[in-house]
T-cell receptor
Framework: DGGITQSPKYLFRKEGQNVTLSCEQN?????MYWYRQDPGQGLRLIYY???????QKGDIAEGYSVSREKKESFPLTVTSAQKNPTAFYLC???????????????FGNGTRLTVT | GQNIDQPTEMTATEGAIVQINCTYQ??????LFWYQQHAGEAPTFLSY????GLEEKGRFSSFLSRSKGYSYLLLKELQMKDSASYLC????????????FGKGTRLSVIA
């Protein structure tokens, strides 16, 4: 079955360490996205990529970095510069280039990151 | 700026009908999406509206009025498994742009 895989489901890190969250999709989607979800805050966009080797900052990109070297993969690095990294991170993809404006986002199951 | 408003919480009785409202003020509009999210899980797509009117899909319907910047999600014959958060999201521009999400409405279905 096609889908989006995020790993690991739970991740614990010490303050000051960089950590990379994995996101892989086998849906052949062109666009991929990273959102952060905090209680009472809804989903906020960190970075997105519409095509391989290209990505754009979202609303809360500071302290994060991404790469898009392959169509299937869009890893997110949470750096030590991110002031409040503890959150639920959701990766998504969409087929927007082919389907147009009505293509929904398909989400992975998320990674819950705790930094102490 | 972008503003998408939904009630924070709602409670409804099993078997009843509930309407979850969403109002939006965004720079650009190219469709509105509704997602369901159970606690700790991924959001799943429910519906999409880009033209005014009602879209029906089984027990779930979604309505849009572009002139009023308003949408609602209607859930009929509520079941306990419908207890979840419901997220309203707007696509502002062409298909390549991300969705802007509201903060979600937590629905509790009680017996």
């Amino acid at each position: 079955d096609g889908g989006i895989t995020q790993s690991p489901k739970y991740l614990f890190r010490k303050e000051g360490q960089n950590v990379t969250l994995s996101c892989e999709q086998n849906l052949n989607h062109d666009a991929m996205y990273w959102y952060r979800q905090d209680p009472g805050q809804g989903l906020r966009l960190i970075y997105y990529s519409q095509i391989v080797n290209d990505f754009q900052k979202g609303d809360i990109a500071e302290g994060y970095s991404v790469s898009r070297e392959k169509k299937e993969s869009f890893p997110l690095t949470v750096t030590s510069a991110q002031k409040n990294p503890t959150a639920f991170y959701l990766c998504a993809s969409s087929n927007s280039i082919r389907q147009g404006f009505n293509s929904p986002l398909h989400f992975g199951n998320g990674t819950r990151l705790t930094v102490t | 700026g972008q503003n998408i408003d939904q009630p924070t919480e709602m409670t409804a009785t099993e078997g009843a009908i509930v309407q979850i409202n969403c109002t939006y003020q965004t720079s650009g509009f190219n469709g509105l999406f509704w997602y369901q999210q159970h606690a700790g899980e991924a959001p799943t797509f429910l519906s999409y509206n880009v033209l005014d009117g009602l879209e029906e899909k089984g027990r779930f319907s979604s309505f849009l009025s572009r002139s009023k910047g308003y949408s609602y999600l209607l859930l009929k014959e509520l079941q306990m498994k419908d207890s979840a958060s419901y997220l309203c999201a707007v696509r502002r521009n062409s298909g390549n742009t991300p969705l802007v999400f509201g903060k979600g409405t937590r629905l509790s279905v009680i017996a």
